[in-house]
T-cell receptor, first 112, second 114 residues
Framework: NAGVTQTPKFRVLKTGQSMTLLCAQD?????MYWYRQDPGMGLRLIHY???????AKGEVPDGYNVSRLKKQNFLLGLESAAPSQTSVYFC???????????FGPGTRLTVL | KQEVTQIPAALSVPEGENLVLNCSFT??????LQWFRQDPGKGLTSLLL?????REQTSGRLNASLDKSSGRSTLYIAASQPGDSATYLC?????????????FGIGTKLQVIP
């Protein structure tokens, strides 16, 4: 099992550009999450999904959109990137809401 | 609003020492609490998950306890090793089913000196 994988690992964008981060899990987990991690702050939940075709807002959803068209994939989109979105993005999954979360290796995004 | 605090922010200990990391939270109506380790430039690795109905969980040299009434959890590491050097994070989840809210602490950076 590959677990949770994320692509790309690194990306540099210019302000206003768009991009999509891909998260894939092969553990047949129902729940998937997107977090961002910034220096001096705890990880913050952006969006999450409790099953295929569902999405919900987390703590910091503004400027991001997500889609869960397939159970194994959770996409995070930035329509118009801003410097404030410079961060490390982590995807996670869990079998159910009460189970442990498994994290991907992260995507380091810089917005100039 | 749930707030999660981890003290100390950094800790340096000699190899072989037993140590305790602390995590406190303000809202005791939690669903579960999870401890992670994070190595520099890497993702998070799950260490232990404690459900709200549990008091402790153990895995190898690690033992995590939970006291909901006082809003505290501790991670005990026995016989520390240089390979334990990492940042340790706790995360508190409230809600269930379709509603999920997870709050992370900033972490404790542990250095185990050979």
């Amino acid at each position: 099992n590959a677990g949770v994988t994320q692509t790309p690992k690194f990306r540099v964008l210019k302000t206003g550009q768009s991009m999509t981060l891909l998260c894939a899990q092969d553990m047949n987990h129902e729940y998937m999450y997107w977090y961002r991690q910034d220096p001096g702050m705890g990880l913050r939940l952006i969006h999450y999904s409790v099953g295929e075709g569902t999405t919900a807002k987390g703590e910091v959803p503004d400027g991001y959109n997500v889609s869960r068209l397939k159970k194994q994939n959770f996409l995070l989109g930035l329509e118009s990137a801003a410097p404030s979105q410079t961060s490390v993005y982590f995807c996670a999954s869990s079998f159910e809401g009460g189970n442990e979360q498994f994290f991907g290796p992260g995507t380091r995004l810089t917005v100039l | 609003k749930q707030e999660v605090t981890q003290i100390p922010a950094a800790l340096s200990v000699p190899e072989g020492e037993n140590l305790v990391l602390n995590c406190s939270f303000t809202d005791s109506a939690i669903y579960n609490l999870q401890w992670f380790r994070q190595d520099p430039g890497k993702g998070l690795t799950s260490l232990l998950l404690i459900q709200s109905s549990q008091r402790e969980q153990t895995s190898g040299r690690l033992n995590a306890s939970l006291d909901k009434s006082s809003g505290r959890s501790t991670l005990y590491i026995a016989a520390s090793q240089p390979g334990d050097s990492a940042t340790y994070l706790c995360a508190v989840k409230i809600g269930g089913g379709g509603y999920q809210k997870v709050t992370f602490g900033i972490g404790t950076k542990l250095q185990v000196i050979p």
